[in-house]
């Protein structure tokens, strides 16, 4: 398809949106849950093309994000012992914790050190015997697997001095919990392409059976992601509510069960505290007993409490797509990400940095 022919196409799906949001005679919500498409939505200049009554709303999608002040705090308690080395991914450094950061622990002499993959943590810790190499085990469904394979990778290798500080999170716990949330309004998610990679789509189907609300998995490309909302629209204008792929070049219905496998070997559900939403059940995923010996936690447990978060930082109504990042008093100016209050301006696929970025000031959620 040339360029020309996908922005005729790209104007046909936004007149359809248009003529069936004025049928519909009401405004609608519709929340991207991945980080990554709010950027593509901001990026390709979505929001600006969509007809007025047609609002995107931008969910709990960042595992930066989402990752609670507590699990900052512990990373940075170890990462200040001796016989710690610290292996993350670089956007965690920046994140606050209750009163530092570990890019301030690193300026204090923890050795914290960037990875690219879990995988590139054993050979730190096959260097380092003396040490306890800790992984920031952060993430949704898609970055478990390569952790969990870390694990399994470092037991066949008889490397007995790696571990992980776990924190992944499972989307559709929280996708319930935003629907049973008064303050929450949306009439349809679209949903996370790399996610659904591994779980599939049958997750999701609790969205459509109990609360009546579509859901559409679609990839990052401009007109996925306009198909993906025409999808909802045709859905939401027929009385309608079911999962679709849009994905289907990537996202197989059944996702990838030995992805799933590998996880269910390490890993068991539990329940989670997420920023700015507090415990969900079964949300997250604590290594299994087998497997005690490599989780930091059990080694050296720490009692810290989840903490009040930052006066005037409004993160958590923000991921919960309950205010605009503009309507936090702090976005733009105490908050910008050169120097961050909130978690959400942290992040490359975080809210705030993207309305910064991209939209400062220039959109609505629209009705709540």
């Given at each position: ?36 498409h ?31 002040d ?10 200040k ?42 050979p ?23 952790a969990a ?71 990052f ?91 005037g ?12 990042p ?43």
């Amino acid at each position: 398809m040339t360029k020309a022919e996908e922005r005729a196409l790209a104007k046909r799906l936004v007149a359809e949106i248009g003529r069936m949001a004025d049928e519909t005679e009401r405004n609608l919500r519709f929340m991207e849950v991945c980080g990554t498409h709010t950027v593509a939505i901001f990026r390709a200049g979505l929001r600006q093309m969509l007809p007025e009554g047609v609002a995107l709303v931008s969910g709990p999608g960042c595992p930066v994000c989402v990752t609670p002040d507590a699990y900052m705090d512990k990373a940075i308690a170890y990462a200040k012992r001796t016989d710690v080395i610290l292996a993350t991914f670089g956007d965690m450094l920046k994140v606050p914790g209750s009163a530092s950061s570990l890019a301030e622990a690193q300026a204090d002499g923890a050795d914290i050190r960037i990875v690219y993959s879990p995988m590139d943590a054993l050979p730190i810790a096959r260097d380092n015997p003396g040490k306890k190499v800790v992984f920031l085990a952060v993430g949704f469904e898609t970055t478990a697997p390569t952790a969990a394979g870390a694990v399994l990778a470092a037991k066949e290798a008889g490397i007995a001095n790696l571990y992980l500080l776990s924190a992944h999170k499972l989307v559709p716990p929280a996708l319930r919990a935003l629907l049973a949330d008064p303050l929450v309004a949306v009439d349809g998610f679209i949903l996370p392409g790399h996610v659904s990679v591994i779980t599939g789509l049958s997750c999701y189907s609790f969205l459509a059976d109990e609360f009546h609300t579509p859901g559409v998995v679609t990839g990052f490309e401009p007109l996925q992601i306009l198909r993906s909302l025409y999808r909802l629209m045709k859905q939401v204008s027929a009385g309608e509510a079911r999962i679709e792929n849009e994905y289907e070049s990537v996202v197989r219905a059944d996702g990838s069960p030995v992805a799933r496998r590998v996880v269910d070997m390490v890993y068991e559900e539990a329940d989670a505290a997420w920023r700015g939403i507090g415990i969900i059940p079964k949300s997250g995923l604590r290594m299994r007993e087998t497997f005690a010996d490599y989780d930091i936690e059990r080694l050296l447990p720490l009692d810290i409490p989840m903490g009040a978060g930052r006066p005037g930082c409004r993160c958590g109504e923000v991921l919960r797509g309950i205010v605009t990042p503009r309507e936090c008093p702090l976005f733009g100016g105490a908050c910008v990400p050169t120097h961050a209050v909130g978690p959400c301006m942290v992040s490359v696929e975080g809210v705030c940095a993207a309305w910064y970025k991209y939209g400062q000031g220039r959109f609505s959620y629209g009705r709540r």
